[in-house]
């Protein structure tokens, strides 16, 4: 039996146990783990499986060794590095998430471009913070125009 919906949440719980889930997850996995894709792939869905795309880019600066890319890593389903190296310029990970709407019904194809920034390259590149001289550490999420 489904778990009924948690307050304010907009997406179907324990959608991903059900058969059409499950039949989603199959195009995002490899041997059971997160498959990685490039900026430019995306996961090839059966024909049957029409599935509307929304696209995010995610910014994750801040100061070295403070677990930006751990944090990027256990999001997308991968190896969290052990031994710490700064990360030099800007490290692009890409991951899809599918979900089902609550009150449409519809299922989602999230795509999340996560962008990984060291602090070396933050000095290099200031022109990228998102408010410079605020100096804010943080996330900041920004859907790409023309998606959803």
Same mark, same amino acid.
């Given at each position: 039996?489904?778990?009924?919906?948690?307050?304010?949440?907009? *997406? %179907?719980? $324990?959608?991903? &146990? +059900? @058969?059409?889930?499950?039949? /989603?997850?199959? /195009? *995002? #996995?490899?041997r059971n783990r997160r498959r990685v894709f490039g900026l430019l792939e995306r996961p090839a869905l059966p024909p049957t499986? @029409?599935? $509307?795309? @929304?696209?995010?880019? *995610?910014? %994750?600066?801040?100061?070295?060794?403070?677990?930006?890319? @751990?944090?990027?890593?256990?999001?997308?389903? #991968? &190896?969290?590095?052990v031994a710490h190296h700064e990360t030099t310029g800007i490290q692009t990970t890409v991951v899809f998430w599918p979900a089902k709407l609550?009150?449409?019904?519809? %299922?989602?194809?999230?795509?999340? &471009?996560?962008?990984? /920034?060291?602090? +070396?390259? #933050?000095r290099k590149f200031d022109h990228m913070l998102p408010e410079p001289g605020l100096g804010l550490n943080g996330l900041r999420v920004l859907p790409l125009l023309g998606e959803l």
């Open positions: 039996m489904a778990k009924p919906p948690a307050p304010g949440s907009v *997406i %179907v719980p $324990d959608w991903h &146990e +059900s @058969a059409e889930g499950k039949e /989603c997850l199959t /195009c *995002i #996995l490899r499986m @029409a599935i $509307d795309t @929304a696209s995010y880019k *995610i910014f %994750v600066s801040g100061k070295s060794g403070v677990g930006k890319t @751990a944090l990027v890593a256990k999001l997308a389903g #991968l &190896e969290v590095p609550q009150v449409s019904e519809r %299922v989602v194809m999230f795509r999340f &471009e996560f962008w990984d /920034c060291g602090e +070396s390259a #933050l």
